[in-house]
């Protein structure tokens, strides 16, 4: 009489893989609109630091200074630009001209849109649109302008709840307060509707 065998036999084997395999592809759609909603998140929440930034420095300096989306490179070389965009994916903190004879901003602070997805330089996944390109603060801290919304979604999906990525939007009021909301939320006393 023979003994029994341990281990696998090849049939248990490829039952297993074949089970692994189908669970992957179930997966799949699943973790590609998680990995939107991050990338959005992201963006939304380096946005608001930025325009929260910008706020802090105005009145850290006294002096009035501007948050502005730009389709030209975001870095300290590109503080005068005026390739200002409201569907820019970078954006610049700079303080403006103090004196009539001088036309140079001074940097303060920058972000590439593509910045932290291993994709700098090259176009984002994430869409922006501004109801202004410049979010300008007063050496008080509120906005030197009316209120600006700047909404963050996805180039691959649509938003929520047509379709599964939940995008963002930053909202600068005119007295200088920032929030980071959802507009697809919509219930009353929900503090993440807008």
Known sequence: MRGATAGFSLIELMITVAVFALLAVLAAPSLHLYSENVKILVNAEAFYAAVQQARTEAIRRSTPVELILTSAVASSQSADTTALATSGPNWIVRQPPQTAESNAYLFIAAKDGAEGGGRAGQDTSVLVDASSATVRFN????????????DFSSRRAACAPAGGARCMRVVAAAGGQVRLCDPAVAGAGDTRAC
């Open 139 to 150: 050496p008080n801290g509120a906005l030197a302008s009316a209120s600006v919304s700047v």
